[in-house]
């Protein structure tokens, strides 16, 4: 069994891995610390099970979800999610997710609910593999055969005809994306989301004709239109690309034979068009975003561009934002946060200051006892004396 473990926390990913190569007989564990190495992975390995936190920098666990199932429609998923971010797995359960784990994650729950999935992965491969290993590799057939027929290269002996018989009429519909990046993360959404356009709508299948474009091809069912396929698939994209993008359509055909001169056209016609780019303007959900993950994370190191990346903004433009939203600079926002989390820890008496200190994100105690001076005016040992002293006065009383 391929398990991979998608979190941005290394000390996460390295402790589940520990526990599954310890307890779970036969098992391969690969390990993610983005969505885009996740979608790598999911490229390149045989992968059964998938283990996601939900806030990641970029892309949410859930996102990661909805746009792979429709390329791998086998995966379970399991999401890990931490107490505040619950409804969120909720949703993933309804989204199609087999399962969550709460943050700390427990090892029985987690190994019992591994060696559970690996038992009903045993089950469904003996009853579906060669029927999925068969289709798979026609589907992928044809796609190449048809990526090489709309570049205008030879095809060989293979007649395309069989391949489009159940196509006498179709539109095509090129995705183009504009950056000087790698866009393997872009290029996997887009084929996802159009592809699940595309079952929507009718049937058909998407190709890739280079790093940087898609070719779709649909045979609408009645009363579906080309049009709104693309303004459908244009919303999608917007949310979720980072990169400027084009979608084009063709003229509806009814000759294969013509596809490479349509693909020609297209292109030529993207030259004179203008890119769509995400327009996350200043609303109060961007911000909520950001504010749910810093307060899941105010405890580990933040930076503002890692939270700005989160809601993909430019930090400056999303610092901006962030004080407009909020009233307060994002750094003396989240040095609030940690300090009214340590006034909490400080009433425990148990509690060491180093300890405090690093529960709240600053490794060094003092560095963290200037700065809690600097904000009420005394040291945490004063502030925990004058508390105890206020506890014992009320007492008496």
Excluded at 210 to 216: E, F, N, Q, V, Y
Excluded at 305 to 320: D, G, I, M, T
Aim: glycine share 6%; proline share 3%.
């Amino acid at each position: 069994m391929h398990i991979l473990i998608v979190d941005d926390e290394n000390v996460i990913r390295q402790g589940v891995k520990r526990t599954l190569l310890q307890t779970v007989a036969a098992c391969s564990v690969h390990l993610a610390a983005s969505p885009e190495e996740a979608v790598q992975v999911l490229r390149t390995e045989p992968i059964d099970v998938v283990l996601t936190d939900i806030l990641m920098p970029g892309m949410t666990g859930l996102e990661l979800m909805s746009i792979s199932r429709k390329r791998h429609p086998n995966v379970k998923w399991v999401v890990i999610s931490a107490h505040s971010e619950f409804a969120y797995a909720q949703e993933a359960v309804r989204l199609g997710a087999r399962d969550y784990l709460l943050k700390p994650i427990g090892k029985e729950r987690l190994v019992e609910l591994v060696e559970s999935l690996a038992d009903e992965l045993k089950r469904e491969n003996a009853q579906t593999s060669e029927a999925n290993l068969l289709r798979t590799n026609l589907k992928y057939l044809r796609e190449a055969v048809f990526q090489r027929w709309a570049k205008g290269l030879d095809t060989g002996t293979i007649d395309l005809g069989t391949f489009l018989q159940q196509h006498p009429s179709f539109d095509l519909v090129m995705v183009r994306l504009e950056s000087d990046q790698k866009v393997q993360l872009e290029h996997f959404i887009i084929e996802n989301v159009l592809s699940e356009l595309i079952d929507q709508s009718g049937r058909g299948f998407v190709t890739s004709l280079d790093s940087h474009t898609l070719l779709g091809l649909v045979t609408l069912r009645e009363g579906e239109t080309a049009a709104g396929l693309s303004d459908t698939l244009r919303r999608h994209l917007l949310r979720y690309l980072k990169v400027p993008f084009q979608v084009l359509l063709s003229e509806h055909m009814t000759d294969v034979q013509k596809v490479p001169d349509e693909v020609r056209r297209l292109e030529r016609a993207s030259a004179g068009r203008v890119y769509e780019c995400q327009e996350r303007s200043g609303g109060d959900s961007v911000v909520e975003i950001a504010l749910q993950y810093i307060r899941t994370r105010f405890h580990e190191e933040l930076s503002l561009e890692k939270v700005a990346s989160v809601v993909f903004l430019n930090p400056v433009y999303f610092s901006q934002l962030f004080k407009q939203k909020t009233g307060q600079g994002f750094k003396e926002y989240v040095i609030q946060l940690r300090l009214e989390r340590a006034k909490q820890l400080l009433l425990d008496p148990r509690l060491k200051l180093a300890d405090i200190a690093e529960r709240i994100g600053y490794a060094d105690m003092k560095h963290f006892t200037q700065v809690f001076r600097r904000k009420y005016g005394v040291t945490p040992t004063e502030y925990r004396l004058q508390q105890e002293h206020t506890n014992a006065t009320g007492r008496g009383q």
